[in-house]
Nanobody, 124 residues
Framework: QVQLVESGGGSVQAGGSLRLSCAAS????????MAWFRQGPGKEREGVAG???????RYGDSVKGRFTISRINAKLTLYLQMNSLKPEDTGVYYC??????????????????WGQGTQVTVSS
């Protein structure tokens, strides 16, 4: 079992920045892949960014060039640096992880463990 706890959400004006963190615990070894997803009001869950155990990253088209995903394996911690935020980035952001071999992409079927989410609100 893996427990994931997100932090760092909040309210910011358009053009601002936020940094999300996700702390993983309970695993006997580090997750192979981790990712961030989000769900905006009235929208389906969307893959934001994924990273594999070697640090290879993949991004959703809507965040490329603005968001950066990273991980510190020794600390079992995942980050999402969000710059140039837009109102359409508003939503609940979820951390996800898997302990099985994976691609490290942004499709939800890869991931078996999920955090409770942290709210991000971007005002215009």
């Amino acid at each position: 079992q893996v427990q994931l706890v997100e932090s760092g959400g909040g309210s910011v004006q358009a053009g601002g920045s936020l940094r999300l963190s996700c702390a993983a615990s309970g695993a006997t070894y580090r997750p192979y892949c981790m990712a961030w997803f989000r769900q905006g009001p009235g929208k389906e869950r969307e893959g934001v960014a994924g990273i594999d155990e070697d640090g290879n990253t993949r991004y959703g088209d809507s965040v490329k060039g603005r968001f950066t995903i990273s991980r510190i394996n020794a600390k079992l911690t995942l980050y999402l640096q969000m710059n140039s935020l837009k109102p359409e980035d508003t939503g609940v952001y979820y951390c996800a992880a898997t302990l099985t071999p994976c691609f490290g992409g942004t499709t939800s079927y890869e991931y078996h463990y999920w955090g409770q989410g942290t709210q991000v609100t971007v005002s215009s």
